[in-house]
């Protein structure tokens, strides 16, 4: 079983910065990919940004330049560092792990993925 933990949501004021953090652990053979997802009320949930294990990101348009993902190999670990917050930014933010729990799955391809309990982030003045 594979968790993660998520944190650093808040309120920031309007231009502020939040930095989340997403940390897997449990029967972790190799994550594949994780990444950032949001959902405002009555909206659908978006991508927000992903990273490789090898370091290849993809960002929404709408945070291209004010939002920067990073992973850290070693800790199993996401960041999302959140510049210039816009009210339209205020959302859940949920935390999203693609991963293999061993080698017999990693062989075989047989991925599995995961959610956070989400994380309250909140722009206002």
């Known amino acids: 079983q594979v968790q993660l933990a998520e944190s650093g949501g808040g309120l920031v004021q309007p231009g502020g910065s939040l930095r989340l953090s997403c940390a897997a652990s449990g029967s972790i053979f190799r994550i594949n990919h994780m990444g950032w997802y949001r959902q405002a009320p009555g909206k659908q949930r978006e991508l927000v940004a992903a990273?490789?294990?090898?370091?290849?990101?993809t960002y929404a348009d709408s945070v291209k330049g004010r939002f920067t993902i990073s992973f850290d190999n070693d800790k199993d670990t996401v960041y999302l560092q959140m510049n210039s917050l816009k009210p339209e930014d205020t959302a859940v933010y949920y935390c999203?792990?693609?991963?293999?729990?061993?080698?017999?799955?990693?062989?075989?391809?047989?991925?599995?993925?995961?959610w956070g309990q989400g994380t309250q982030v909140t722009v206002a003045s």
């Open positions: 990273i490789t294990s090898g370091g290849v990101t």
């Open positions: 999203n792990a693609d991963f293999f729990p061993d080698a017999r799955a990693s062989s075989d391809y047989v991925d599995f993925n995961t």
